[in-house]
């Protein structure tokens, strides 16, 4: 079968077409062949920019996650700076409650206080040297047990000097031991 014969004014059209589209080719800047090919490479190139994204995202995630770890250890750190700073006042708090009762100091009435768990303390009142040493070990210890994790105090006499020693669980296994972190004073009343 024959194609029917283009009528003379489609003929025409397609002359008149494709001669305009020789004109505007004929005057096109040189760097034109370059601007298509930029085109196309841009075209070739549209995915690349989704994966560069999602790069950037996984490295943001990374790094977030990093920060909240940084976040949380510097939690940790300052609950175990505060724990600290307890101690250091609940030993000085045992060396001026010391030095307030010289009288049972001198009589070595603080000479030996150990942890006792769940103390009751008796009132002192019209309290002897030796009452008021019982005294102050107890309440001292219940601070201790109140405001530290199994927090508990102990009390020695080296000659003159006595040493106190405050410690707590700070690995928070569950029990006081040498792997705990404590604080100790030494000090003349």
């Given at each position: 079968?024959?194609?029917?014969?283009?009528?003379?004014?489609?003929?025409?059209?397609?002359?008149?077409?494709?001669?305009?589209?020789?004109?505007i080719?004929?005057?096109?800047?040189?760097?034109?062949?370059?601007?298509?090919?930029?085109?196309?490479?841009?075209?070739?190139?549209?995915?690349?920019?989704?994966?560069?994204?999602?790069?950037?995202?996984?490295?943001?995630?990374?790094?977030?996650?990093?920060?909240?770890?940084?976040?949380?250890?510097?939690?940790?750190?300052?609950?175990?700076?505060?724990?600290?700073?307890?101690?250091?006042?609940q030993?000085?708090?045992?060396?001026?409650?010391?030095?307030?009762?010289?009288?049972?100091?001198?009589?070595?009435?603080?000479?030996?206080?150990t942890?006792?768990?769940?103390?009751?303390?008796?009132?002192?009142?019209?309290?002897?040297?030796?009452?008021?040493?019982?005294?102050?070990?107890?309440?001292?210890?219940?601070?201790?047990?109140?405001?530290?994790?199994?927090?508990?105090?102990n009390?020695?006499?080296?000659?003159?000097?006595?040493?106190?020693?405050?410690?707590?669980?700070?690995n928070?296994?569950?029990?006081?031991?040498?792997?705990?972190?404590?604080?100790?004073?030494?000090?003349?009343?």
């Amino acid at each position: 079968m024959r194609r029917p014969e283009r009528c003379f004014w489609e003929a025409g059209f397609d002359i008149e077409y494709r001669s305009r589209i020789d004109t505007i080719r004929s005057n096109l800047p040189i760097g034109h062949s370059a601007m298509r090919q930029q085109l196309s490479h841009r075209a070739a190139s549209a995915g690349t920019s989704m994966i560069e994204v999602l790069i950037t995202v996984v490295i943001l995630a990374f790094g977030l996650i990093g920060l909240a770890g940084l976040l949380l250890q510097g939690f940790g750190l300052n609950n175990a700076s505060y724990l600290r700073s307890v101690a250091t006042q609940q030993a000085y708090d045992m060396g001026d409650r010391i030095r307030a009762n010289v009288a049972g100091a001198t009589a070595g009435n603080y000479d030996s206080i150990t942890y006792t768990a769940n103390q009751s303390c008796g009132a002192c009142t019209n309290c002897t040297v030796i009452n008021l040493a019982t005294f102050d070990a107890c309440e001292w210890n219940k601070e201790n047990e109140t405001l530290l994790p199994l927090g508990r105090g102990n009390v020695s006499r080296n000659g003159a000097e006595f040493v106190i020693t405050v410690s707590w669980d700070s690995n928070k296994d569950g029990a006081v031991n040498t792997n705990d972190t404590g604080y100790t004073l030494r000090f003349l009343p």
